[in-house]
């Protein structure tokens, strides 16, 4: 019976360890996440992209010198990191211009020669 005893005493021990574990909660996480573009130069014949878009969206880079216009020298369709070759973006404006399909975005950058 002594080798009981022990054993009797740490199981309502036990039994509170359990009964503390089983209570749980959850909880929800909303995250917002909004378009956002970044455009640099990169070097003497390349433009950096970091962009966001939102769902369903595009965005149109190209060269002019007022950004007026959009013209569809290059489409991006996905958000990532681009580095583009000034040569696809057309030939003439001494800016590169960048703008979303649904109007949220907008920039440019002037164009190093």
């Known amino acids: 019976m002594t080798r009981l005893t022990p054993l009797l005493l740490i199981l309502?021990?036990?039994s509170g360890v359990?009964?503390?574990a089983a209570k749980s909660q959850s909880v929800t996480l909303s995250v917002n996440v909004r378009p956002a573009v970044s455009l640099t130069m990169t070097g003497a014949s390349t433009v950096g992209l970091k962009i966001r878009l939102a769902p369903q969206?595009?965005?149109?880079l190209?060269?002019?010198d007022e950004c007026g216009a959009v013209a569809k020298e290059f489409v991006v369709s996905q958000s990532g990191t681009y580095d583009i070759p000034l040569s696809q973006l057309g030939d003439r404006g001494a800016k590169v211009c960048v703008a979303s399909s649904d109007?949220?975005?907008?920039a440019s950058v002037k164009a190093v020669f």
Do not use: I, V
């Open 12 to 14: 309502p021990l036990l």
């Open 18 to 20: 359990q009964s503390r």
């Open 57 to 60: 969206t595009q965005a149109t």
């Open 62 to 64: 190209w060269r002019d």
């Open 103 to 106: 109007g949220a975005l907008r």
